[in-house]
């Protein structure tokens, strides 16, 4: 009885998980597909031609959004790796208010912030620009990589550091043969936050980006909203592809190591 | 009160075996001690006594009735884990009251013998303490009140001291054993330290590799263990071989007298044994029973002197007095004492 | 030597510096200037006088408050409803069985996938002409289209929340069920071995473990949908729409004197978000320890 239901939810989450995808793939190879057949009446590869010209600016919108997205995970690496490891290993004053203002753009919405700087951008003549939507980026993009990856720290601990110091490695051997191995799952999976974050941020692209960066999202958003679904399926599904692949590298850490995610249960 | 029958009780694994055909019978109020080295079933075997594992085959009773079927949480055999395993959710008073409170026991009434528990843990007025405030020790006590307020029907400890350091060891060994005299509760104790065995159990059943090897009191594994394994978990390596004849062996170092009523092994092929500290270093010059052997090495051990010999090929390890003293490689004869020599069999 | 104490000193806040002063300038510097254009500091414009007088107008519209409720309807339901099925899957998927590597992966296939292509999938499943309806047809069970419930620009917003759903019951589902593989069985066999049973063990053995991963992420989630944008402009009533949808169409206006009005309209529902926030941890909470 038990194993039955368990079968039965399995199936359903299989269903559910694909049922949103699957279609895409054949409205993307449709021309013609009107109610109610199950299949299109028209095959064509258009909208996959479609997406492959210069004027749908499909290339473009995907370079951009891949260049953002690595820049803005770097970027967070870069700021939120040290902090994370200080709010781990390291006690100090006011360290749960620290702790707390690293949160607070993911709990609170962020939208009065993004038009605020949105005004200080334009002053500063950052809108248009490529490192303005970076920067507006980041902001949901530091909470998330400092949340992983101060777990993560708190769970490796320096023993193991500190036994290779008196073992005579210096502090780049250390890090480099002992820490980063250690931590490189974590950082995988805050890697994979920060990119998929940058991948999909619709408004504050359109917002700071001016319509003269322009992204995937923001390609794709007209097609939807203009329910041209051949298109709108192929550059979903382009959209779709690098998300999938970071996710298949992913997995296994999502879902084994506690510690990774654990992180979430002590906001 | 309760008695524990195991019948038969078997549990495979993929292709291993964890307990094969284990036959045992624990009277009412008895403490039993499940002994042996790690992976040898024992815990296994606990865990089908709670339930938490289905056996294979095979059956356990309480009072004589088969519980297989009965789910865990209506059995009433309480475990204790090496962790304390206390929910970190709640105080200590909500922890031991927990099982009190799945019998939606009355508020006042739990109150009541939580607060009892744990006074006989010794830890009056903890109540209101959090489980990560508590010393390892406490966590220790406060998860065997949780379990003891329930009144089980019996009591599994699965290596319950093995986190604690030497002296809180021995205290809770004590405290154990006072809590099971006085509440008279079935208890079964697994752990792979013999010498804790010793302490605590009436009877204990010593495992290896899924097998019972010998179910006794605790002085029987010194001096009637039941084989050359057993013997060697008990610490004692002295073997020298023989061929048994009535109350004589005959060994490659002569004839050595045996109280014939005390063996289990009928004449044939034998192995004789004599206990590190029975053997008698400085024999009168006309006692029997004596043998030739050499000093290989000694080591002063402050309480005696731990002598190491050949005897007939064989290594022995014999207690000395603290002053005993013998140059290596000297000849020496012992005396292996006629009440103390046990016949184990060739394996 | 006492160089070298002062750096001991200095090497904790340096290493958080970075990321504190990207966040204050950004977030708090974006919020504070938010702030102050609310209350009419919008030098832009040539108005420098604080005033509550664009509270005042939002305050006073109609439309604010459908909106606000809609917003808070669908964030609320979207929020409670991925959350008790992120834990009722977790359960299901932290047992161990033959597959149970490939059905966790199938289980976060939605996490990495953006908002915008799940809207259009989820479109493309139930809208009145969508697959959905075509089984339906397929099957005998509807004539046209139009007997097919409507669940794409309705009021109630079902192709919202299904995305939502779609999008947030995995991000919960694996954060709980990695909190579950760090607690392990054994607390639960304690509590069997003590008499509980199976919803026993679950009320008050694992909920309370697991409610602190749970009340985080819920606590995301409810923040993300209820600022967020895109969905409910794509699949929701023009009218009433949401309210960051209604702030930044105002916000976004060629006309720069409505920017005020955005900005008051963004503040509120930003506090109001706060206060929920609050209330909902106290509660569960709450809720869980009694």
């Not at chain 1, 298109?231 to 879902?255: D, E, K, M, Y």
């Not at chain 2, 964890?18 to 992976?39: K, Y």
């Not at chain 3, 192709?159 to 069985?185: C, D, M, R, S």
Request: glycine share 8%; aromatic share 10%.
């Amino acid at each position: 009885m038990n194993k039955i239901l368990r079968w039965l939810v399995l199936a359903i989450i299989v269903i559910t998980a694909l049922a949103p995808i699957l279609p895409q793939f054949v409205w993307s190879f449709s021309h013609r597909w009107l109610f109610p057949s199950l299949l299109p009446s028209q095959w064509s590869t258009e909208p996959w031609e479609y997406v492959f010209t210069a004027t749908s600016r499909v290339g473009e919108g995907f370079f951009n959004s891949l260049a953002i997205a690595v820049v803005v995970s770097l970027l967070s690496i870069l700021v939120g790796l040290p902090a994370s490891r200080a709010l781990a290993l390291h006690n100090f004053r006011g360290k749960s208010a620290i702790e707390w203002l690293l949160m607070v753009p993911i709990i609170v919405p962020g939208i009065v912030a993004t038009m605020g700087i949105h005004q200080v951008f334009i002053r500063l003549g950052l809108t248009d620009t490529f490192i303005g939507v970076c920067l507006v980026h980041l902001i949901p993009c530091i909470p998330y990589m400092v949340l992983v990856m101060s777990s993560v720290f708190a769970n490796y601990g320096t023993e193991l550091e500190d036994t290779a110091r008196t073992l005579g490695a210096g502090t780049f051997s250390v890090w480099r043969f002992v820490t980063l191995p250690g931590i490189l799952p974590g950082l995988l999976v805050a890697t994979m936050f920060t990119f998929l974050i940058s991948w999909g941020q619709y408004i504050t692209t359109v917002l700071i980006g001016g319509g003269t960066i322009i992204t995937l999202p923001m390609v794709l958003f007209p097609f939807i909203s203009g329910t041209n679904y051949p298109n709108a399926a192929a550059i979903s599904l382009v959209f779709v592809a690098p998300a999938i692949l970071v996710l298949i590298f992913t997995s296994r850490q999502l879902g084994r190591e506690s510690s990774v995610m654990g992180g979430f249960g002590r906001l | 009160m309760t008695s524990v029958v195991l019948r038969d009780l078997t549990r495979r694994f993929e292709n291993v075996t964890a307990v094969d055909r284990l036959n045992l019978e624990i009277n009412s109020g008895e403490l039993v001690a499940f002994l042996g080295p790690s992976g040898c079933g024992k815990t296994t075997t606990l865990r089908m006594i709670t339930g938490l594992l289905l056996p294979s085959s095979g059956d356990v009773l309480f009072d004589d009735r088969s519980i297989v079927t009965v789910p865990t949480e209506k059995r009433g055999a309480v475990m204790v884990f090496q962790k304390h395993l206390l929910f970190p959710t709640i105080s200590v008073g909500q922890n031991v009251g927990f099982g009190l409170r799945m019998q939606k026991v009355e508020k006042k009434e739990m109150d009541r013998r939580v607060s009892e528990m744990l006074e006989l843990v010794k830890l009056p007025g903890f109540e209101n303490r959090r489980a990560h405030q508590l010393s390892g020790g406490q966590q220790q006590r406060v998860a065997l009140a949780r379990a003891l307020v329930v009144h089980p029907k019996v009591l599994l400890l699965d290596e319950p001291l093995a986190n604690l350091d030497a002296n809180l060891r021995l205290e809770m060994r004590e405290l154990i054993r006072h809590i099971q005299r006085e509440l008279g509760i079935t208890t079964v104790f697994v752990t792979h330290d013999q010498e804790e065995a010793v302490m605590l159990a009436d009877r204990i059943a010593l495992m290896f590799d899924g097998v019972l090897q010998q179910y006794d009191v605790p002085q029987a594994f010194y001096q009637q263990p039941s084989s050359v394994r057993v013997a060697h978990f008990f610490r004692n390596d002295n073997l020298l071989g023989g061929t048994r004849r009535g109350d004589q062996v005959e060994t490659a170092l002569g004839v050595l007298q045996i109280d014939a009523a005390r063996q289990r092994i009928l004449d044939g092929a034998v192995l004789v044994t004599v206990r590190p500290e029975d053997v008698n270093l400085t024999p009168n010059p006309e006692a029997g029973n004596c043998v030739e052997a050499k000093v290989l090495l000694q080591v002063y051990m402050g309480t005696h002197t731990q002598v190491q010999l050949d005897v007939a090929g064989h290594t022995w390890l014999v207690h000395g007095t603290a002053d005993f003293q013998a140059r290596v490689g000297d000849p020496i004869r012992i005396q292996l004492p006629q009440p103390r020599i046990w016949l184990l069999p060739v394996s | 030597m006492r160089w070298l104490s002062l750096m001991e000193k200095l090497r904790a806040p340096l290493m958080i510096l970075p990321a504190v002063a990207t966040i204050i300038l950004l977030f708090f510097g974006g919020l504070l200037v938010g702030l102050g254009q609310s209350l009419g500091y919008f030098p832009a414009i040539d108005s420098y006088d604080l005033t509550l007088q664009y509270y005042a107008e939002v305050l006073s519209d109609n439309i604010f408050f459908e909106s606000l409720w809609q917003t808070f309807r669908l964030a609320l339901l979207s929020t409670v409803m991925s959350s008790v099925l992120a834990i009722a899957l977790a359960l299901v998927l932290r047992q161990t069985f033959k597959g149970s590597r490939f059905f966790t992966f199938m289980f976060q296939l939605s996490i990495p996938i953006p908002h915008l292509v799940a809207a259009a999938g989820i479109v493309l499943l139930v809208s009145q002409s969508g697959i959905l309806a075509r089984g339906a047809y397929a099957l005998g069970l509807i004539d046209a289209p139009r007997d097919f419930p409507v669940m794409v620009f309705d009021r109630p917003g079902t192709a919202i929340q299904l995305t939502y759903l779609w999008k947030e019951v995995p991000f919960i589902g694996v954060v709980v069920l990695a909190v579950l593989q760090g607690i392990g069985p054994q607390y639960e066999e304690v509590a069997r071995t003590l008499g509980a049973n199976s919803w026993q063990r679950f009320r008050f053995v694992l909920l309370p473990l697991i409610m602190p991963g749970v009340l985080s992420t819920s606590i995301i989630v409810f923040a993300y949908v209820f600022a967020s944008y895109e969905i409910p402009l794509l699949l929701g009533v023009r009218h009433p729409t949401t309210l960051p949808v209604l702030a930044f169409q105002n916000y976004q206006d060629p006309d720069l004197s409505l920017r005020p009005q955005a900005m008051a309209m963004s503040i509120i529902l930003t506090l109001i978000a706060i206060v929920l926030l609050v209330a909902y941890k106290r509660l569960a909470n709450y809720a869980v320890s009694r």
